[in-house]
């Protein structure tokens, strides 16, 4: 059976997406200042873990990366999982919302940033503007990514929001490829459009520009991108 990541509801509401007027922001891929109203939604307090990923590949069969089996960076069961492709990402979710009969998806763009501030607006980072060291964690190329939980949680409860891995997001980041969202989640020829290049949220643990670790950092990767950095949180509607 699945481990049931734990969830944590976030209330519906508006969000004012973007970064603080500062000079020295100077990151592509952010949004322009937009309020935006989220609906209510649950998100997984954690990323998915090496624990929890192993699961799904041997009670699914599916075929993961051999790496996160092979790489003594992420022995530890509670480090969060990773060479995780946005396509493996969503035949995760599928398979546990088959497992549990609960529409488990991936966390979509806008949620993600409602998610990272934690309750507060005009933030750079989810505890607020001080330097994410000791915060979050991060700058470690050729280290291995703590346990997910190692540090402070955000107002929401939510931990990790920056750092540990890159988070896929349900939408692209290529506004040219506009799929409609149900038909691009569920249609096997359209998972395998070379077009297509995923939002990832949240920076990872070898992150060492201090912006990409911003609430309101958006980067895309290939749909089909295995990588050591990028990981994934689920999602629930409700």
Known sequence: MPIEPEMVVIPAGPVTLGVPDCPD????????????????????????TVREYLTFAGESGYAISELLRTDPRFADPRAPAAFISWIDAVRYTQWLSRMTGKPYRLVR???????????FEGLRFPWGDEPPEGRADIANPDGAPRPVGSFAPNGYGLHDMVGSVWSWCEECYDQVVRHDRAKLYYDDTLLKDPRLNPICR???????????????YRHEDPVDGRFDCIGLRVALSV
């Open 109 to 119: 763009d806008a949620e993600y940033e409602k998610a990272s501030r934690g309750g």
């Open 202 to 216: 949240g920076g990872s643990f070898k992150t060492g520009n201090v912006t990409w670790l911003h609430c309101a």
């Open 25 to 48: 922001d100077t990151q592509p891929h952010r949004w322009a200042r937009t309020r935006v109203d989220v609906p209510a939604f649950a998100i997984a307090r954690y990323a998915i």
